[in-house]
Nanobody
Framework: QVQFVESGGGSVQPGESLRLSCTGSLRFFGTYAMGWYRQGPGNEREFVASIRYTGSTNYADSVKDRFTISRDNDKNTLYLQMNNLQPEDTAVYFC????????????WGQGTQVTVSS
C-alpha cells in the first residue's frame, strides 16, 4: 500500500505563509491526481485542493484565493503554497492520491501540523 510523507508545517502568525511538501514512493507519480486534505482540532478531515496530472486544479472555497497546489513530477513531489494564513487554517495537513474513493487502500501519512495564531 502507498503511504506519503508530508513536511513543511510550522507555527506562524496570521497573514504569514508556509509551503508544504509531500513525497511518495509511487513509481508513476506523474500519472496520478493528487490532493491535499486537512483535519483541524475537533473537526473531520476535509478536502483542501487537488491537481490532476494535466495540471488542472480545484480548491475548497475557504482557501481558493490564498492557497496554490502544484507538483514537480521529476521530483515526485506535491506542494501546497499557503499564503495569508488564518487561525481557521490550523490543522494537520495530509496528502493523498485523489479522488479518495479510488484509492481507499492507500495509507495516510503522519501529516504535517500547521498552527496559525497571534
Amino acid at each position: 500500500q502507498v503511504q506519503f510523507v508530508e513536511s513543511g508545517g510550522g507555527s506562524v502568525q496570521p497573514g504569514e505563509s508556509l509551503r508544504l511538501s509531500c513525497t511518495g514512493s509511487l513509481r508513476f507519480f506523474g500519472t496520478y491526481a493528487m490532493g491535499w486534505y486537512r483535519q483541524g482540532p475537533g473537526n473531520e478531515r476535509e478536502f483542501v485542493a487537488s491537481i490532476r496530472y494535466t495540471g488542472s486544479t480545484n480548491y475548497a472555497d475557504s482557501v481558493k484565493d490564498r492557497f496554490t497546489i502544484s507538483r514537480d513530477n521529476d521530483k515526485n513531489t506535491l506542494y501546497l503554497q499557503m499564503n495569508n494564513l488564518q487561525p481557521e487554517d490550523t490543522a494537520v495537513y495530509f496528502c493523498h492520491r485523489w479522488p479518495l474513493r479510488s484509492y481507499i487502500r492507500d495509507a495516510w501519512g503522519q501529516g504535517t501540523q500547521v498552527t496559525v495564531s497571534s
